[in-house]
């Protein structure tokens, strides 16, 4: 396992734009595919965004396909997720996860986590 701490977040006006940073300890970081949830009050945490192990393959959720973007530095043992054009809706509390397998939307195939980084997108 692996553990994330994810940095970056913080409120922004609508249209606006956010990096978050997602750094992992241990040397194996470039052996996991990680991926970014998002949990808002009261719904579901759900799959944002995905990216392989060696950042050559990236998967998103329709919700943010064109306005947000997933990248790694294995180097820096880090994941970025660079949001632009935001909106209200993407308030939520954004998560970083290293996956147990292949790339996936499905949260349950994670299995290191980080505690979660604020994102507020005022109207």
């Known amino acids: 396992q692996v553990q994330l701490v994810e940095s970056g977040g913080g409120l922004v006006q609508a249209g606006g734009a956010l990096r978050l940073s997602c750094t992992a300890s241990g040397r194996t970081f470039n052996s996991y595919p990680m991926g970014w949830f998002r949990q808002a009050p009261g719904k579901e945490r759900e799959f944002v965004t995905a990216i392989n192990w060696s950042g050559t393959s990236t998967y998103y959720a329709d919700s943010v396909k064109g306005r947000f973007t997933i990248s790694r530095d294995n180097a820096k043992n880090t994941v970025y997720l660079q949001m632009n054009s935001l909106k209200p809706e993407d308030t939520a509390v954004y998560y970083c996860?290293?996956?147990?397998?292949?790339?996936?939307?499905?949260?349950?195939?994670?299995?290191?986590w980080g505690q979660g980084t604020q994102v507020t997108v005022s109207s």
């Open positions: 996860a290293a996956a147990k397998g292949p790339p996936s939307f499905d949260s349950r195939d994670y299995g290191s």
